[in-house]
């Protein structure tokens, strides 16, 4: 009789000890065959360290009562007396039923587990042999492969090996196991054997010794003729052979399986002969082969049959190997087909696939064989079959960041030991995850997680997943991949002679500094050297695809200078989207963004983020710069800060124009010219006004706190009020203010013009930063006028004094820093002036007309061509807005489209009112939007304001480029200009002059 107490007692040592079933533990544990055992503790502490000790009881009661009687108080006595063998068969037991059925089957082969020496604790190629050697038929080889197979097992659950030691093995005994199967068919058919050499190449995992448990083993057979014999019998030998071998390994026996012998990835697949001689295999592989098959050769290796036969294949087919990327379309076709593989796994399993779904297996050694093929052509150190090496040499070599490496690593160890352990259990080939809760948790325990173990295992496997997804998002995608795929491999070794001549051959007018630049950048054994090696080549293209490949490189050694400490930098342009593309369209576009981007060059950083290119809102804007100038300590450090962000938003719009006119290879050009033309427009205006906002914040602060003793609002004008700023212009503005409640005027006044005096200092102080000039000549009576009114002051001078050309100019009043309620009474009390009642008499109209005439005589630079002066000139910014100023002038009170301050908004509004037909209103919008255009890469190209084309070669050339005008396209270019503008004037005759 049992006493209760008792048995509760082993009842919950049985439940700490991991069992899931006590009861049935408790009864297994009463056999007579384990009464040795039975009161010993280390027994239990031992089956509770396995991944299933209910499994690891089970399978050793099995193993006990299959023993002789002799034999078994032998295997008990061994059992309490060594703790390495009692781990080691334990362990074995708890992962493994088929192991466990096994041993069974097979009693004695426990004493395989007994003793390692050192010599054995990582077996080669040899020592299996050795260990099949007594096998002569199919079910011994069977036998002696579970033998070896379980020692494996053993130094795997037990941490003597690691996932990559572990299959490291497996692909030795495979490659012994065919040889012993090749031996086997040899003696059985001496006459085929003699008639032929054959030579066995593994592939895919076994070719990169990284086999899993349970694997097809991936072959091809290259066959030839022995001396003397007839090529097509020696190869009609040669495929009963191999035949024969694929039986002897792939053919279930009463000791089961080996594992598949898969050959379909020989040339033609199936449908292809099973043997081919060498130049058989190479004609396939120089004529018909597709991509991926070569991505199949990488893992290449003669393992079994005539070595130096194995040997030849090996080195014909690598050269074909390591040019694969250069075919076309070699990046997309390789993605493509890791996408087919993802689509082809059906819905209802997508989310167990630990090997083919997105986040496994497959995503790491995809991305990885991506990275060999393209880069391994000029560098042999990635040369490997071997997933986890190969990641190794791309890290050391620079591909591959250490940190993401490092990840990637650790998650495809993780992933490789879930597959692994869910394959040993039953000895099925399998990479579902299982659903069942009990194999989740011996799942887990297997992998060393005991306190929560299905929990614990979900969560690590998703972590480990979604660092693969992420990582094989960024590194298998990468713009880089495919520019550096499309060079030659000359083109991707950076030797002074071979860049030298390709330096000339891309246009680079100074190859002898250029030659300078890339050896400072290149040079040496450093990390940051052998990532510019990786970069260089494929940005001396995107340079020479520029008016000025040298200012590109000159620019691109001064950033990479500026931040050569910097950890970030190299990796952004070698990972990050198109971040190095988008680099070297900037840098070689000309001097403004490049001179930004110098003054402050983490502002690389913008190149590379998704969002990096859109410009900020003012909102945005205002609340950084109003936060920064809080933060300062005086007036001056407070606007240098505001300063600091308009000059990165400079550097963030003047890039995003670049790139969006010039669209890259990855992202080519979305916006048509007008939107381009308005998001810069919108963008340098948002900025304009925030910077205002902080120098105001900052001049009040200075004196007067928080509060200043008047409201105070800066109103915009000209191309400021209308949002079309360009990057040279200044900010037209007018200054209104009104005395708070109990202040004197003229003390309000005082403040007032010290606050404008201030704000005006502070953003023109020289510092490396682009000043902001303000200019408030439009204001009443022009420069003779008081620079601040109040808002009184505006409507008795605007009633009694205010000229047409007043009105004309307030059309594009709005209103951009300060007081909001005193800005938006401004534009209420101007209104009239600008949309006046029943629209403009005709003698304002011709007073419009005469100022226009006269300006075109009088401001006309001196020497000007006025067919290509941009903005004075026929057809140019003054003509168009003159004509749709004047619409809005006269037909603003009674349509209310026409009540805008942008001059394309109030064009559509005149074309829907049927002001203007549908062909003029085209021509007019062509020709302002090409001459903002040609303003804003003036600007861009010179880093200085200009009105008309420069005259310089490069610098027009680039202006060229800029608007969409190839190499030798300049004389298109200025001819197109002519022609549109033309048409444009044409339109204003009639429109504005009425002739």
Request: hydrophobic share 45%.
């Amino acid at each position: 009789m049992t006493v209760p107490g008792r048995r509760s007692s082993t009842f919950s040592r049985l439940l700490r000890h991991g069992f899931t079933d006590p009861s049935a533990a408790e009864q297994l544990l009463a056999v007579p065959e384990l009464s040795a055992l039975r009161g010993d503790s280390v027994l239990l502490d031992a089956l509770g360290a396995t991944a299933d000790p209910d499994l690891a009881l089970r399978g050793l009661v099995r193993l006990v009562e299959a023993q002789p009687e002799a034999e078994r108080q032998t295997l008990t006595g061994t059992l309490l007396a060594a703790k390495p063998f009692r781990d080691r068969l334990l362990g074995v037991l708890g992962a493994s039923e088929a192991l466990a059925d096994h041993l069974a089957r097979h009693p004695r082969d426990w004493q395989a587990l007994v003793t390692y020496e050192a010599a054995d604790l990582h077996p080669g190629v040899a020592e299996f042999e050795r260990c099949l050697a007594d096998a002569t038929d199919p079910v011994s080889l069977r036998v002696a492969y579970r033998r070896c197979l379980l020692a494996i097992a053993a130094r795997d659950v037990c941490g003597t090996t690691d996932v990559a030691q572990a299959a490291a093995e497996l692909a030795d005994l495979a490659t012994a196991t065919l040889r012993a199967a090749l031996a086997i068919a040899r003696r059985a058919a001496p006459d085929d054997a003699a008639q032929c050499r054959l030579a066995v190449i593994a592939m895919g995992k076994c070719g990169g010794h990284e086999l899993n448990y349970v694997s097809d083993v991936d072959v091809i057979f290259v066959g030839e003729p022995a001396e003397g014999a007839d090529e097509g019998k020696a190869l009609q030998a040669a495929t009963r052979l191999a035949s024969h071998l694929m039986r002897i390994c792939s053919e279930t026996t009463v000791e089961g399986t080996i594992w598949p012998v898969d050959a379909n990835l020989r040339p033609e697949g199936r449908n292809g002969p099973l043997v081919r001689t060498l130049s058989s295999h190479l004609a396939y592989y120089q004529r018909w082969a597709k991509t991926w098959e070569f991505q199949a050769l990488l893992k290449a290796r003669a393992v079994a049959g005539d070595p130096e036969l194995g040997a030849d294949y090996i080195d014909a087919v690598s050269p074909l190997v390591w040019q694969a990327a250069e075919r076309e379309n070699f990046v997309p076709d390789v993605q493509k087909m890791r996408r087919r593989v993802v689509d082809n796994i059906p819905v209802a399993q997508v989310e167990r696939e630990l090997k083919l779904g997105p986040g496994g297996l497959r995503d790491v050694e995809f991305a990885v064989q991506l990275l060999q093929l393209v880069h391994g052509r000029s560098d042999a150190t990635l040369h490997s079959g071997t997933t986890l090496d190969a990641l190794r040499s791309l890290a050391a070599g620079g591909y591959v960041g250490r940190v993401d490496a490092a990840q990637l690593d650790e998650a495809y160890r993780f992933l490789r030991a879930m597959e692994h352990r869910i394959q040993l259990y039953r000895l099925r080939r399998t990479h579902l995850v299982p659903e069942d809760e009990s194999d989740l948790r011996r799942l887990g325990r297997s992998l060393g997680l005991r306190t929560d173990p299905v929990a614990e295992l979900n969560r690590e496997w998703k972590r480990h997943a979604s660092v693969v997804r992420r990582l094989h998002e960024k590194i298998f995608y990468r713009p880089l991949l495919d520019a550096v795929a499309q060079l030659t491999p000359g083109e991707t070794r950076l030797s002074p002679k071979a860049a030298g001549q390709r330096l000339e051959a891309l246009g680079y007018a100074d190859p002898v500094a250029a030659l300078r630049h890339l050896e400072a950048l290149a040079s040496g054994v450093s990390r940051k050297a052998a990532i510019q090696r990786t970069l260089l080549p494929v940005l001396l293209g995107w340079f020479a695809d520029s008016a000025d490949p040298d200012a590109g490189l000159l620019g691109f050694r001064k950033v990479s200078d500026a931040l050569g400490r910097t950890p970030w930098y190299l990796r952004l342009l070698r990972d990050e989207g198109a971040a190095a593309e988008n680099l070297a369209r900037v840098l070689s576009a000309g001097r403004l963004a490049p001179d930004l981007l110098l003054r402050a060059p983490e502002a690389v950083a913008i190149l590379g983020a998704p969002e990096g290119l859109e410009p900020r809102g003012r909102d945005h804007l205002e609340q950084e710069i109003l936060a920064a100038v809080g933060r300062a300590d005086g007036a001056e450090q407070a606007v240098a800060a505001a300063r600091g962000v308009r000059r990165r938003e400079l550097f963030r719009t003047a890039a995003a124009d670049i790139i969006g006119s010039y669209g890259t290879e990855d992202s080519p050009r979305e916006l048509d010219p007008g939107a381009l033309v308005d998001r810069v427009g919108r963008a340098l205006t948002a900025l304009n006004a925030a910077t205002i906002a902080g120098a105001l914040r900052a001049a009040v602060r200075a004196d007067w706190g928080d509060t200043l003793p008047t409201r105070f609002a800066v109103i915009g004008m000209g191309r400021f009020g209308g949002q079309e700023l360009g990057y040279g212009s200044d900010a037209d503005v007018l200054f209104v203010h009104e005395p708070r409640e109990g202040v004197d005027e003229q003390e309000a006044a005082r403040a007032a013009n010290r606050v404008v005096a201030e704000m005006r200092r502070l953003l023109q102080v020289p510092t490396a930063d682009p000043p902001l000039m303000i200019d408030a000549d439009l204001r009443p009576e022009g420069k003779s006028g008081p620079l601040v009114r109040t808002l009184k002051s505006y409507e008795a001078y605007y009633r009694r004094w205010s000229l047409v050309w007043e009105s004309q100019a307030l059309l594009r009043a709005e209103h951009m820093a300060g007081d909001a309620d005193l800005g938006r009474r401004f534009i209420e009390l101007v209104a009239p002036l600008r949309y006046p009642a029943e629209g403009l008499g005709e003698e304002a109209v011709r007073e419009i007309r005469r100022l226009k005439a006269r300006m075109e005589t009088e401001r006309l630079p001196r020497g000007a061509d006025p067919t290509l002066h941009t903005k004075l000139g026929r057809g140019g910014l003054s003509d168009v807005e003159w004509t749709v100023q004047l619409l809005q002038m006269r037909h603003g009170w009674a349509e209310p489209g026409l009540r805008t301050t942008r001059t394309r908004e109030a064009l559509a509004a005149a074309h829907a009112a049927g002001l203007i037909a549908t062909d003029e209103a085209q021509t007019l919008e062509d020709a302002w939007v090409l001459a903002t255009r040609v303003r804003n890469a003036v600007m861009l190209v010179r880093g200085r304001p200009g009105d008309t084309f420069p005259s310089d070669g490069r610098e027009l050339a680039a202006v060229g480029r800029y608007l969409g005008y190839g190499p030798g396209r300049v004389g298109e270019m200025v001819d197109d200009y002519r022609r549109i503008t033309r048409r444009a004037r044409a339109v204003v005759d009639d429109l504005f002059y009425g002739s």
